[in-house]
T-cell receptor, first 111, second 114 residues
Framework: GEDVEQSLFLSVREGDSSVINCTYT??????LYWYKQEPGAGLQLLTY?????DMKQDQRLTVLLNKKDKHLSLRIADTQTGDSAIYFC???????????FGGGTRLMVKP | DAGITQSPRYKITETGRQVTLMCHQT?????MFWYRQDLGHGLRLIYY???????DKGEVPDGYVVSRSKTENFPLTLESATRSQTSVYFC?????????????FGPGTRLTVT
């Protein structure tokens, strides 16, 4: 089956930028997503990007997509302690309605 | 309560017992999903439903049964629980299956099978 990979852990200082990376194998991915999970809670959609886009910016969040290398990244500018959470990358293939998730990256923000 | 809710939030059961996890959404979303979250695996789709009385298997359906007699409810049953089914289970719903249709997640049910 298709695969989505993320690094397990990232630690940054408050005020710095965070970059969370994701690679995927499905060349027919149509949409790619970033979800945030806070402790004891479900997943919350942060942003998504359509596969024909290279970049999407939404306030402090910048998503970069390199479709050739099947690489997706999420940059969080001016990272705050409230950004500490697990971030999941996910992709939707051309069959629709089924998401494939990465294993999640735990972001720790140090004051 | 508006939104998507799951019950119970925590459950401990014994191997071989039947257990049902409940999911309820108030948006009348067509699509509902069940995922399990395990360390190192992210979320994996168990079953999904496109509408009442329409269900389909996801990536890891073995050992699970679902039903959808009403649009707002999507219960997940473990017919004979095994230790490998110890996990956190998330229900989600969405209005459609376009890539721009957000999946809204419930708070999760932590299930321990002893």
């Amino acid at each position: 089956g298709e695969d989505v990979e993320q690094s397990l852990f990232l630690s940054v200082r408050e005020g710095d930028s965070s970059v969370i990376n994701c690679t995927y194998t499905d060349s027919s991915s149509t949409y790619l997503y970033w979800y945030k999970q806070e402790p004891g809670a479900g997943l919350q959609l942060l942003t998504y990007i359509f596969s024909n886009m290279d970049m999407k910016q939404d306030q402090r969040l910048t998503v970069l997509l390199n479709k050739k290398d099947k690489h997706l990244s999420l940059r969080i500018a001016d990272t705050q302690t409230g950004d500490s959470a697990i971030y999941f990358c996910a992709e939707m293939g051309n069959a629709g309605n089924m998401l494939t998730f990465g294993g999640g990256t735990r972001l720790m923000v140090k004051p | 309560d508006a939104g998507i809710t799951q019950s119970p939030r925590y459950k401990i059961t014994e191997t071989g017992r039947q257990v049902t996890l409940m999911c309820h959404q108030t948006w009348s979303h067509s699509y509902m999903f069940w995922y399990r979250q395990d360390l190192g695996h992210g979320l994996r789709l168990i079953y999904y439903s496109a509408a009442a009385d329409i269900t389909d298997k996801g990536e890891v359906p073995d050992g699970y049964v679902v039903s959808r007699s009403k649009t707002e409810n999507f219960p997940l049953t473990l017919e004979s629980a095994t230790r490998s089914q110890t996990s956190v289970y998330f229900c989600a719903s969405s209005d459609g299956t376009s890539g721009s249709d957000e999946q809204y997640f419930g708070p999760g049910t932590r299930l321990t099978v002893t």
